[in-house]
């Protein structure tokens, strides 16, 4: 299976991700609104936020797809990033109209009971989610998606907050009401600390960021290579669900042309069967 398949593959998720949270998002804001939640209501609106994140996923991965062109010599699969960084600035924009909404009815005189229907609609949610959750997962790691794996990230997050949510509630029924706007109060919280995660990975990968524990591990990996006398430098930028290292190794002085090009070979296949790497940029110098 090529890059643009694995991604046509990934936008299933995206897909599925979208179909659920209109459905949860309506049924909650719907529930929410008749029998008084507040935490329910900032559930409903946190997977307001995760249908717009998922649409920014979903067109992530459509422009990832588009092969290198003129202006993308590259390639087009950092679309994936842009697109987890934009959905992080919608996420926090809610997680903190969430915070101030909530803030102020936990400190309210009186706070009305909400209906024991909010609490099996914050469960059911969060059943949803988990599933959701468990596909995106399982699909982001078969194909190396980081913004499908956000994603992932995202549905899991969904589900917590929901049992926070219902959790709120069922302290309500037994006079403890300002449990259930407190809860409201960490939904909010929990949607701005999964924005900024989204966010940090983003940016960490915008900036040409890379793992350094992954770097030791291919260099290590190269090292042991017959041919290779000793690895100079080793390189790591991440586009999209594309890993591009570069690298610089030391060999026999006396080889030919065909026979250092012969050892490049064997270095990439090396790292595409060993750590799923589909370029690798490899300079070679002479050992003294």
Same mark, same amino acid.
């Given at each position: 299976m090529d890059q643009a398949d694995k991604l046509k593959k990934g936008e299933k998720g995206a897909w599925l991700s979208i179909y659920a949270y209109v459905v949860?998002?309506?049924?909650? /804001?719907? #529930?929410?609104? *008749?029998?008084?939640?507040?935490?329910?209501?900032?559930?409903? /609106?946190?997977?307001?936020?995760?249908? #717009?994140?998922?649409?920014? %996923?979903? *067109?992530? /991965?459509? *422009?990832?797809?588009?092969?290198?062109?003129?202006?993308?010599?590259?390639?087009?699969?950092?679309?994936?990033?842009?697109?987890?960084?934009?959905?992080?600035? %919608?996420? %926090?924009? %809610?997680?903190?109209? #969430?915070?101030?909404?909530? &803030?102020?009815? /936990? &400190?309210?005189?009186?706070?009305?009971r909400p209906g024991m229907l909010t609490a099996w609609t914050a469960l059911g949610g969060a059943a949803v989610m988990f599933v959701v959750y468990g596909y995106n997962a399982r699909l982001s790691k078969k194909i190396g998606s980081s913004s499908l794996n956000a994603a992932a990230q995202d549905n899991r997050s969904d589900a917590l907050v929901s049992i926070g949510a219902f959790a709120g509630i069922i302290g309500a029924q037994f006079g403890l009401y300002w449990l259930d706007p407190l809860a409201g109060l960490i939904v909010g919280i929990i949607i701005c600390k999964t924005a900024w995660n989204i966010f940090s990975e983003a940016t960490h990968t915008l900036t040409d960021g890379f793992d350094e524990k992954q770097i030791k591990k291919i260099k290590t990996s190269i090292a042991k290579v017959r041919e290779v006398k000793k690895v100079v430098d080793v390189k790591g930028r991440v586009h999209g669900n594309q890993t591009f290292i570069d690298v610089t190794i030391l060999v026999n002085p006396n080889l030919n042309v065909k026979e250092s090009h012969a050892i490049t070979e064997k270095i990439e296949k090396f790292l595409r069967e060993k750590h799923n790497i589909t370029y690798a940029h490899i300079h070679i110098e002479p050992y003294e």
């Open positions: 949860l998002a309506t049924a909650k /804001l719907i #529930v929410a609104s *008749i029998w008084n939640s507040e935490a329910l209501h900032a559930d409903g /609106l946190n997977n307001t936020t995760d249908i #717009v994140a998922s649409i920014a %996923v979903l *067109i992530g /991965l459509k *422009i990832s797809r588009k092969p290198p062109d003129e202006d993308h010599h590259y390639g087009h699969y950092r679309a994936e990033t842009v697109a987890s960084m934009f959905a992080a600035f %919608v996420i %926090v924009t %809610v997680g903190i109209q #969430v915070i101030i909404g909530t &803030f102020g009815q /936990l &400190f309210a005189d009186e706070t009305a």
